[in-house]
């Protein structure tokens, strides 16, 4: 099947810094991304969806200034988490389609991200 | 109201037998799709099993089979033969809508432990 990627794997930062998540669709093409976070135990909840060359969805209650998203080309989304605090800590995924007539979701990964 | 439900925060199973796990679901839209994922500790996302509201004849992958009841609007997952591997959370999934772009709603997880 087709492969997602995430960079970093997983990150410890301290707290008022921001962080930057890479996406990547590795041997396909993907118009529409999109991130979730899944707090420990927990299920995953979409953010946002990241559409390439125009501005992504949020879903509501998700500020959009503290977790901007870029997807400046088909294979690659990121998730940049601004001025980070501990309950941003959290579980990032991200998933894309190949848009191929796949049923399928791709999912890459995963990013730990812990906030000190 | 909940789109996705899933009772059973957790489950055990002996290795070898076959284990249900319950999803049901609400939706307006005549067409949906219904998906299984399984997340070892690890934390991906692995794809199961997808089920469209149109099929006619329930999925199976191996040894994962979809329940789908579509006037119950349930879809539940039966695992035939339990391994040990089996062990890990189980996510329910639907995607409204016919767009292949459109974002997936997941259930709270059910986490099988398979026993000896």
């Known amino acids: 099947g087709a492969v997602v990627s995430q960079h970093p794997s997983w990150v410890i930062c301290k707290s008022g810094t921001s962080v930057k998540i890479e996406c990547r669709s590795l041997?396909?093409?993907?118009?529409?991304m999109f991130w979730y976070r899944q707090f420990p135990k927990q299920s995953l909840m979409l953010m946002a969806t990241s559409n390439e060359g125009s501005k992504a969805t949020y879903e509501q209650g998700v500020e959009k200034d503290k977790f901007l998203i870029n997807h400046a080309s088909l294979t690659l989304s990121t998730l940049t988490v601004t001025s980070a605090h501990p309950e941003d800590s959290s579980f990032y995924i991200c998933?894309?389609?190949?848009?191929?007539?796949?049923?399928?979701?791709?999912f890459g990964p995963g990013t730990r991200l812990t906030v000190l | 109201a909940q789109k996705i439900t899933q009772t059973q925060p957790g489950m055990f199973v002996q290795e070898k037998e076959a284990v249900t796990l319950d999803c049901t679901y609400d939706t307006s839209d005549p067409s949906y799709g219904l998906f299984w994922y399984k997340q070892p500790s690890s934390g991906e996302m692995i794809f199961l099993i997808y089920q469209g509201s149109y099929d006619q004849q329930n999925a199976t992958e191996g040894r994962y089979s979809l329940n789908f009841q579509k006037a119950r609007k349930s879809a539940n997952l039966v695992i035939s033969a339990s391994q040990l591997g089996d062990s890990a959370m189980y996510f329910c999934?639907?995607?409204?809508?016919?767009?292949?772009?459109?974002?997936?709603?997941f259930g709270t997880g059910t986490r099988l432990q398979v026993t000896l």
């Open positions: 041997d396909f093409q993907a118009t529409t």
């Open positions: 999934a639907m995607r409204e809508g016919r767009g292949w772009e459109s974002k997936l709603t």
């Open positions: 998933s894309a389609n190949t848009g191929l007539g796949d049923n399928e979701q791709f």
